[in-house]
């Protein structure tokens, strides 16, 4: 289930390998490739795994769904777009990249 509210606060409802049901808050929208991804967190537990999602649609506030990324290679890839837009912005402990890496 995808929430969207006017203040573009977007949040998912994902089942976990347990069969429970999380909800994740969209942190940012990435673009890889022509491709727009969601990188979204859970909401009760900020140590928890991100979760990166491809945009179906037009409009990511809008979007007719996310889908899963199946692919570790592409998910690092986005994840590393993420961490370089918002190193300043986030903890993520001790990455690799300057502030003068651009993409």
Request: glycine share 8%.
């Amino acid at each position: 289930m995808l929430f969207d509210t006017d203040d573009n606060y977007v949040a998912l409802e994902l089942t976990d390998e347990d069969g429970a049901t999380v909800l994740y808050e969209l942190l940012d929208m990435v673009e890889y490739d022509g491709t727009a991804y969601g990188v979204f967190m859970p909401a009760e537990n900020a140590a928890g795994n991100v979760a990166i999602l491809r945009l179906e649609g037009e409009d990511a506030q809008k979007a007719e769904g996310y889908v899963p990324v199946n692919d570790e290679d592409l998910e690092q890839a986005v994840f590393d777009i993420f961490q370089i837009k918002n190193m300043n912005a986030f903890d993520f402990g001790g990455n690799s990249f300057e502030a003068n890496d651009l993409l």
